[in-house]
């Protein structure tokens, strides 16, 4: 089963969105089947999500952000994660937002190198 206590995923965009979204920094914390995570992004000045980990390692969460315009966005989602062949975790799945916004793709990457806003998260505040 994937763990995904302290990683650091980066999304990556869609390429038909590419241009209208930048990537979004994951940090994670795992507590038995319990993951929180703080994000960042160009477009999100700052957000939780909150889930729980199935039996098959699928993410199903809650998420809550504050966007750049500063309006508070909240959705709900699922990820399922798979081993790349060097090593990185990705999660494939999907989230919906719950002001009406259709249900988008998503894909995170594992991050292998040092961001350094990742430092900047605050898991106690997740």
């Not at 995570?37 to 199935?54: F, K, P, R």
């Not at 594992?110 to 961001?115: D, H, N, P, T």
Request: hydrophobic share 35%.
């Amino acid at each position: 089963m994937a763990t995904y206590h302290n990683q650091v995923f980066v999304s990556v965009p869609e390429h038909e969105v590419r241009d209208k979204c930048s990537p979004i920094y994951f940090t994670c914390i795992q507590e038995g089947l319990i993951v929180r995570a703080a994000y960042i992004g160009e477009g999100i000045q700052c957000g939780t999500l909150v889930g729980m980990v199935d039996h098959e390692g699928e993410l199903h969460f809650k998420y809550h952000h504050v966007n750049k315009n500063n309006e508070l966005r909240s959705g709900v989602g699922r990820l399922v994660p798979e081993w790349l062949p060097d090593g990185r975790l990705t999660l494939t799945g999907t989230w919906q937002g719950m002001d009406g916004l259709q249900q988008e793709k998503m894909q995170c990457h594992s991050f292998q190198g040092a961001f350094q806003g990742a430092r900047h998260l605050n898991y106690t505040s997740v």
